[in-house]
Nanobody, 126 residues
């Protein structure tokens, strides 16, 4: 019902910035919580940031607080601005949608997200 496509990944040196975008099609996502997750080689998938349908409630992983910003527009796009990148941020980044989160604080649990994009690679070199 919802298709998600990430873009904006790439290679950057430590201290640099990238902005990821997630474009949704199909069913409208305006009532869905949205999240960014990442998975590095040999590690579990982890939440990076999540945002409520209204945009009024946001959660960040401790490791990215103060460096990353999640946002959404009023239509079909979610963003992740990533600043002060470090090699530890190297991972595949996934956009995901939670259709059951209407009016709630966004979940940080990946199992609650029903729709996922294909991912975009972010590589940070030192």
């Amino acid at each position: 019902q919802v298709q998600l496509v990430e873009s904006g990944g790439g290679s950057v040196q430590a201290g640099g910035s990238l902005r990821l975008s997630c474009a949704a099609s199909g069913r409208a996502i305006s009532f869905y919580a949205m999240g960014w997750f990442r998975q590095a080689p040999g590690k579990e998938r982890e939440v990076v940031a999540a945002i409520s349908p209204s945009g009024g409630s946001i959660k960040y992983a401790d490791s990215v607080k103060g460096r990353f910003t999640i946002s959404r527009d009023t239509k079909n796009t979610v963003y992740l601005q990533m600043n002060s990148l470090t090699p530890e941020d190297t991972a595949i980044y996934y956009c995901a949608a939670d259709p059951l989160a209407r009016g709630r604080v966004p979940s940080t649990q990946s199992n609650n997200y029903a729709y996922w994009g294909q991912g975009t690679q972010v590589t940070v070199s030192s």
